[in-house]
């Protein structure tokens, strides 16, 4: 049995479809076999950030449209051969995709992976349903901005009226210097107020950006990587360990360079 | 204040101003669904049960219930 966790947010841009690439790379890394699903059809973007693009042969929308068998969709990641991703139609014109057939296709994935991540659209209207409707699970993506939160206090009212079992949140974006000089909201203090609980704390960090254009997840080198690797541990534990963005900013090596951010 | 207390003050008051709302109807609902679960026990009329709400300054829903009622029905809980 696989566990279906749906990654949305409400507020589009927040990191999702990073997010679902990250952790997936990760939980693959620790030997479990993750297939990706991107349920953004039209917006489709999973296949640029894992840098499939330009393999991809069938779509979610072809499965739903039975015009080819659920594995012919399926692109093996050349890196880690337990990573799968079921990409999105950049077009459709079909009425078949609907809640239910999405969800039908997520349930025959269910015995070839130990993890389904479904990256959502932005909103919280029909596209963001059809995501929604096949999972068990939920990780509300937020950056710990005002209006990234209120949408997302949105959501999670929303998921609650949904058969998911799990809710948890993920504080992207957080800038370690900031937190330090008050400057903005600490992602604890942020659980705590949309009522949910913290699963994963992701640092802001530039490297994303720039191996996000390269088609590649993050390595060794970028500070983004412990974070993931904590957030995917964590997806097996019910005592969560968080990154702690503020480290490197600690002592006086830290406030020099958190002068130094601010400079610039 | 600091700043992340004003944000975090602005941010609280924005949750609470986006709170929904119970309606009418649903108020109604929720007062004849304690009706039904009370009037096993007491003698009560759903006119009788003064239901308010509101959201307090954590953005939590605050039920207040009232009830007034002359008897209590007698229940035998050892039926042989
Ligand atoms: N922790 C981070 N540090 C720096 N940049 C980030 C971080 N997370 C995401 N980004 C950048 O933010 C942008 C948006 O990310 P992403 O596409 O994952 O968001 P999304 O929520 O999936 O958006 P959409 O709602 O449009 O699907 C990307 O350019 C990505 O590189
Ligand atoms: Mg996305």
Known sequence: ?264 | MRFEQKCINRLKNILKQDKERLSVPMLNMIKSDIYMSLNSYFDIHPEDINLKYFIDENGYYALDIGIKCNRIKKINFFNK
């Open chain 1, 1 to 264: 049995m696989a566990r279906k966790i749906v990654i949305t947010s409400g507020k589009g841009g927040v990191g999702k479809t990073t997010i679902c690439a990250n952790l997936g790379v990760m939980l693959a890394k620790l030997n479990k076999r993750v297939v990706l699903v991107d349920v953004d059809i039209g917006l489709n973007n999973l296949d640029v950030v894992t840098g499939i693009e330009n393999k991809i042969v069938f779509d979610i929308v072809d499965v739903i449209e039975n015009k080819c068998r659920i594995k012919q969709a399926l692109i093996q990641d050349l890196n880690y051969p337990n990573l799968y991703i079921m990409p999105s139609a950049h077009s459709y014109n079909c009425s078949l995709v609907t809640a239910e057939n999405v969800k039908k296709v997520i349930n025959q994935l269910n015995d070839y992976f130990d993890f389904v991540l479904i990256d959502c659209p932005a909103g919280i209207d029909e596209p963001f349903k059809r995501a929604v409707c096949g999972a068990d699970e939920a990780l509300v993506v937020v950056t710990p901005h005002l209006s990234s939160l209120r949408d997302a206090d949105k959501v999670l009212m929303i998921l609650n009226s949904y058969n998911i079992t799990d809710i948890s949140l993920i504080v992207n974006r957080v800038r370690g210097d900031m937190i330090l000089d008050k400057e903005m909201i600490d992602a604890n203090k942020i659980a705590e107020i949309l009522n949910v609980k913290l699963c994963g704390i992701i640092p802001e960090d530039d490297n994303i950006s720039v191996l996000l254009s390269l088609g590649r997840t993050v390595n060794k080198g970028c500070e983004a990587y412990s974070a993931f690797t904590i957030l995917a541990n964590n997806m097996f534990e019910d005592k969560k360990k968080l990154y702690d963005c503020t480290t490197k900013y600690k002592g006086f090596l830290g406030y020099f360079k958190r002068s130094l951010r601010k400079k610039v």
